[in-house]
């Protein structure tokens, strides 16, 4: 008698196993970890499949496919917002990617704050402004010359220093930038390609409301769909302590392009360059009346790690 073997097909496996990895993830999860009532009925160890569902910003006959092994198509933002709802760490979500066939678009971007380290080379950059900043916009942390390119950015509450609120709301810091009218363009157009990765997320849906609600300008702007990715450029700025400022500004990869970067700003020509030591000056004068840290960070969670400057 002649055995006859069926070979099983590598993407079946791959279904089956992504299937298993994901119910093993989703048991494993208390409501209570992601802030939701437990109930008195709960049977289910964990979440349920439509608590996991709403999480992800999914729909629950599509997730409950993917645990029953079929045979359907899962992106990489629908993976990434599954990575997010799972609690996955570094490991477990780069096996995710693995098992579903895809391209992690943000691998190894966990957050991991504005080291001491930071804080130093911001400080040793002066008069050179600089600051990190992630994809949303938030300015983490930033050294004296930076907190006064653009008015005083120690007076702003922290929760407040974003770029583009204040590129859109703040008078002082919309003064400040001569082609105010492009500046908003371009940060538009790059805060929406970065968005594309978190359009689940309630800290982006949140700002994005507030830009809405608060700047009819950006409204009408947010409506063009125009998207362009990151570019390195010369900007000028007129400052009040110091006057006109023609600056070249670069962003410096701290990770993956979807992690940290460093944003500085370089003088273009002699006299910028004594115009940002003046601005130093001003500042350095400031901390010895009233005293100041030399490079100030931002009561913002780094959240969607990333960033691109004003």
Same mark, same amino acid.
């Given at each position: ?23 093993? *993830? +989703?048991? %494993? ?11 008195? +009925? ?47 760490? %570094? ?66 509450? @922290? ?7 204040? &590129? ?5 810091? *919309? ?26 997320? @309630? ?6 409301? *507030?830009?809405?609600? &608060? ?7 947010? &409506? ?48 910028? %360059? ?20 030399? &490079? ?15």
């Amino acid at each position: 008698m002649t055995t006859v073997v069926t070979e099983v097909p590598e993407t079946d496996v791959r279904r089956h196993e992504l299937a298993g990895f994901l119910r093993s *993830r +989703r048991e %494993r999860i208390t409501p209570e970890q992601v802030g939701l009532p437990r109930g008195r +009925r709960r049977r289910t160890p964990g979440l349920r499949r439509e608590e996991v569902a709403q999480l992800s910003a999914v729909g629950v006959t599509w997730y409950t496919w993917l645990e029953q092994a079929r045979d359907i198509q899962v992106s990489p933002q629908v993976l990434d917002s599954l990575a997010r709802a799972l609690l996955l760490d %570094r490991s477990e979500r780069t096996h995710l990617f693995s098992l579903a066939g895809a391209v992690d678009p943000a691998p190894g971007s966990d957050c991991t704050g504005v080291t001491p380290a930071f804080h130093e080379m911001l400080t040793r950059l002066e008069p050179f402004p600089a600051c990190i900043q992630n994809s949303r916009y938030d300015i983490l942390a930033y050294n004296r010359t930076y907190g006064r390119l653009l008015g005083d950015l120690d007076a702003v509450a @922290p929760e407040d220093r974003n770029c583009m609120l204040l &590129a859109y709301i703040n008078e002082e810091w *919309r003064a400040s930038v001569v082609d105010l009218p492009g500046m908003r363009r371009v940060m538009a157009a790059k805060f929406r390609a970065s968005m594309a990765e978190h359009l689940a997320e @309630p800290a982006w849906k949140a700002l994005l409301a *507030r830009l809405e609600a &608060a700047s009819p300008e950006f409204g009408e702007i947010w &409506a063009r769909h125009e998207v362009v990715g990151p570019s390195n450029r010369t900007k000028t700025f007129v400052n009040a302590r110091v006057g006109l400022l023609r600056l070249d500004h670069t962003d410096l990869w701290l990770g993956p392009s979807a992690g940290p970067r460093l944003v500085t700003y370089v003088p273009s020509d002699e006299e910028s %360059r004594r115009g940002l030591e003046r601005l130093l000056e001003s500042a350095l004068a400031e901390v010895r009346a009233g005293g100041t840290r030399p &490079a100030r960070a931002a009561s913002v969670p780094p959240s969607g790690c990333g960033t691109m400057g004003p």
